[in-house]
């Protein structure tokens, strides 16, 4: 999901700026929908929703962590991922709801790019789909080391 994120945010830059303005983003839904897609589906990842991969990721760490007895760790927790979905939610936002300021840049997508952002998308849902087959796969892994 970061991968993902920041490749999109990459082929994104103008005249190969570094950085990226959340006007930039104003209306990506609309010229590049695709693109926005996955977008959207990374920002939902990293803040935690089902049922991609980020969400899967929280509730496993915050499950081991109140097993051991951390609930103190697992509120603040909780509490900065329901805070970071605001603004995760305010990309999701401009891409869709923002009117474009000034002439979109350009977007070429290379293959390699194009293609590491599509793997990135896919195993981010897929992973939030099977992540109990994943956590069995690793568990299995790990057995075989001890």
Do not use: C, H
């Not at 609930?71 to 509490?79: E, F, M, N, Q, S």
């Not at 997508?109 to 897929?126: E, G, R």
């Amino acid at each position: 999901m970061n991968l993902g994120a920041f490749g999109v945010l990459t082929r994104l830059g103008r005249d190969e700026e570094e950085r990226v303005l959340i006007t930039d983003l104003a209306g990506l839904g609309f010229r590049r929908p695709v693109v926005a897609l996955a977008m959207t589906v990374f920002m939902l990842s990293l803040g935690g929703i089902p049922p991609t991969a980020g969400f899967m990721g929280k509730v496993y760490v915050f499950g081991v962590a109140l097993q051991a007895g951390y609930v103190p760790l697992v509120v603040v927790g909780v509490l900065n991922s329901v805070i970071s979905v605001f603004y995760y939610l305010r990309v999701t936002v401009a891409m869709y709801m923002d009117e474009p300021q000034g002439e979109p840049a350009p977007v070429v997508w290379a293959p390699p790019a194009a293609l590491a952002v599509v793997v990135a998308l896919a195993l981010t849902i897929w992973w939030g789909v099977s992540a109990q087959d994943l956590l069995a796969f690793a568990e299995k892994s790990v057995r075989g080391l001890f």
